[in-house]
């Protein structure tokens, strides 16, 4: 059965950027770029043009180099921010201009300080300009996640006449759980007229820790586009995690949906741009923390030892990493022990694994981890009777 493409919109280089302290040079951008466009990605978000000559000159130059993935630039609903979008994207072999307007009653009252007319009128005027530069012109209604319902189908409608190819439906503020961000994705599915003629995409933020939950939650009920960043940076709490929903598609294929990204890239993505940034990767974070392959417990490292699927639903090897990683602590049993201990060169028998796993334990309570060298001093510390076996 041929499975349904989600196509990855990796906005790394604009809304991750945005993180403080995250600020990437021209050439950081270029190689970040071209990593992207070799992972697979279906469109990379360069920059926001009018913000900075800086941010100019990065989108146009990665315009110049990127060879198949989409290149996209940013700007308000505003004339002049999309002009210099344009002149940004002049190289791109696929150019997109992504521009929009708060569409929530926060944003029109509070932000915008006009009325829902008024938004239609400048959403339309927007798409429309941006469609006399560029074919591909992607809409977002800011703060859709908080939007009624029946006014967003509206403005919706709206830029689908005036020539949207893409419609972006933003969590802007991370406030929508998994259920009602899907039913929102489905209740224009089934309300603007139009709609089957354009793609549906999420941008979800992560404020409450549910960024990736409901990206997956709008694919499910009909978004094709899953808007996100490597390791999941971005404003405030990140965005969603490119990783996770790559993942997440890849290890259930009764969703019937996948992209084309090449997942054995992952973890050296994660790490260029960590590095790139300045931006740790929590040890724990999905798929590409430190830890997302480790295992210290006792019980589980046994059953990884006998059978790796026991406590891992993925491959290492399919994310990039070498193999799952026994860590030895005080909670790790002899299986673990009898197993690093081989990987160094020891073939315990059982009773000399007995007499070494009392020592472990003290030398384990004093240690956060036994490493490799650790092993040889416990082993020479229990000065066993006869010959170690070597394997």
Same mark, same amino acid.
């Given at each position: 059965?041929?499975?349904?493409?989600?196509?990855?919109?990796?906005?790394?280089?604009?809304?991750?950027?945005?993180?403080?302290?995250?600020?990437?040079?021209?050439?950081?951008?270029?190689?970040?770029?071209?990593?992207?466009?070799?992972?697979? +990605?279906?469109?990379?978000?360069?920059?926001?043009?009018?913000?900075?000559?800086? $941010?100019? =000159?990065?989108?146009?130059?990665?315009?110049?180099? +990127?060879?198949?993935?989409?290149?996209?630039?940013? %700007?308000?609903?505003?004339?002049?921010?999309?002009? *210099?979008?344009?002149?940004?994207?002049?190289?791109?072999?696929?150019?997109?201009?992504?521009? /929009?307007?708060?569409?929530?009653?926060?944003?029109?009252?509070?932000?915008?300080?006009? %009325?829902?007319? $008024?938004?239609?009128?400048?959403?339309?005027?927007? !798409?429309?300009?941006?469609?006399?530069?560029?074919?591909?012109?992607?809409?977002?209604?800011?703060?859709?996640?908080?939007?009624?319902?029946?006014? =967003?189908?509206?403005?919706?409608?709206?830029?689908?006449?005036?020539?949207?190819?893409?419609?972006?439906?933003?969590?802007?503020?991370?406030?929508?759980?998994? $259920?009602?961000?899907?039913?929102?994705?489905? &209740?224009?599915?089934?309300?603007?007229?139009?709609?089957?003629?354009?793609?549906?995409?999420?941008?979800?933020?992560?404020?409450?820790?549910?960024?990736?939950?409901?990206?997956?939650?709008?694919?499910?009920? /009909?978004?094709?586009?899953?808007?996100?960043?490597?390791?999941?940076? /971005?404003?405030?709490?990140?965005?969603?995690?490119?990783?996770? *929903?790559?993942?997440?598609?890849?290890?259930?294929?009764?969703?019937?949906?996948?992209?084309?990204?090449?997942?054995?890239?992952?973890?050296?993505?994660?790490?260029?741009?960590?590095?790139?940034?300045?931006?740790? *990767?929590?040890?724990?974070?999905?798929?590409?923390?430190?830890?997302?392959?480790?295992?210290?417990?006792?019980?589980?490292?046994?059953?990884?030892?006998?059978?790796?699927?026991?406590?891992?639903?993925?491959?290492?090897?399919?994310?990039? *990493?070498?193999?799952?990683?026994?860590?030895?602590?005080?909670?790790?049993?002899?299986?673990?022990?009898? &197993?690093?201990?081989?990987? +160094? /060169? &020891?073939? =315990?028998?059982? !009773?000399?694994?007995?007499?070494?796993?009392?020592?472990?334990?003290?030398?384990? $309570?004093?240690?956060?981890?036994?490493?490799?060298?650790?092993?040889?001093?416990?082993?020479?510390?229990?000065?066993?009777?006869?010959?170690?076996?070597?394997?």
């Amino acid at each position: 059965m041929n499975r349904e493409k989600v196509q990855i919109f990796d906005t790394t280089l604009r809304d991750g950027e945005q993180v403080p302290g995250c600020k990437l040079d021209t050439h950081q951008k270029l190689v970040i770029a071209t990593r992207l466009d070799e992972m697979g +990605v279906d469109i990379i978000e360069a920059g926001f043009p009018v913000s900075s000559p800086g $941010d100019f =000159l990065s989108v146009s130059e990665i315009s110049k180099i +990127v060879k198949n993935a989409t290149v996209c630039g940013l %700007t308000r609903a505003v004339k002049n921010d999309i002009d *210099v979008a344009a002149a940004a994207l002049k190289y791109a072999k696929k150019p997109r201009i992504h521009t /929009g307007i708060g569409t929530s009653n926060s944003h029109i009252i509070h932000k915008l300080n006009t %009325t829902r007319e $008024d938004i239609i009128v400048r959403a339309k005027y927007a !798409v429309s300009y941006a469609k006399s530069y560029v074919e591909d012109v992607e809409f977002y209604a800011e703060d859709a996640g908080r939007t009624e319902n029946d006014f =967003l189908a509206r403005v919706c409608e709206e830029v689908i006449k005036s020539g949207a190819t893409v419609l972006n439906i933003p969590d802007t503020t991370g406030y929508c759980l998994p $259920d009602e961000y899907g039913a929102k994705i489905k &209740y224009l599915k089934e309300n603007v007229k139009g709609i089957e003629n354009v793609i549906i995409s999420c941008h979800c933020h992560n404020d409450l820790g549910m960024a990736t939950a409901n990206s997956i939650a709008g694919a499910i009920n /009909g978004a094709r586009q899953i808007e996100c960043t490597i390791n999941g940076i /971005g404003e405030r709490a990140g965005n969603t995690a490119l990783e996770e *929903v790559v993942m997440i598609l890849k290890q259930h294929p009764y969703l019937n949906l996948d992209t084309n990204i090449n997942t054995r890239q992952l973890n050296e993505m994660s790490r260029l741009v960590s590095e790139s940034m300045g931006m740790m *990767v929590q040890p724990n974070k999905a798929i590409v923390g430190a830890n997302a392959f480790s295992h210290s417990s006792g019980i589980h490292q046994d059953g990884v030892i006998k059978n790796r699927e026991t406590y891992e639903i993925m491959d290492p090897l399919e994310v990039g *990493v070498t193999e799952s990683s026994i860590i030895l602590t005080a909670r790790s049993g002899r299986a673990a022990l009898a &197993y690093r201990a081989k990987k +160094v /060169g &020891y073939e =315990l028998t059982k !009773v000399q694994l007995d007499i070494v796993y009392v020592e472990f334990l003290k030398f384990a $309570d004093i240690k956060k981890e036994v490493l490799d060298n650790d092993i040889h001093q416990i082993i020479e510390a229990c000065k066993i009777e006869g010959d170690l076996i070597r394997s």
